[in-house]
């Protein structure tokens, strides 16, 4: 199980996957956050993480997700 700790960036849902030795990179930062997102799922379907851990990692990545569908209809850069 993972450790109990704050979720609030994507960074910290990063460390959470890396916990379990899930690395995801595609190349395009919308695309990478939908594949966490899967891989939480995974991850909770399996059983090795718990229902808090997983729900606030699920808010962060839908938050994340919303923000970088907005950034790349406004067509802002980093």
């Given at each position: 199980m993972a450790l109990p700790r704050e979720y609030r960036t994507l960074y910290d849902v990063q460390q959470l996957l890396k916990?379990?030795?899930v690395f995801v990179y595609v190349g395009k930062r919308l695309y990478d956050i939908?594949?966490?997102a899967i891989e939480?799922?995974?991850l909770y379907e399996?059983?090795?993480v718990d229902k808090t851990t997983?729900?606030?990692a699920k808010?962060?990545?839908r938050k994340e997700h919303r923000e970088e569908e907005r950034r790349e209809k406004s067509g802002r850069l980093y």
């Open positions: 916990e379990f030795n939908e594949l966490m939480l799922d995974h399996a059983g090795v997983y729900m606030k808010i962060v990545l």
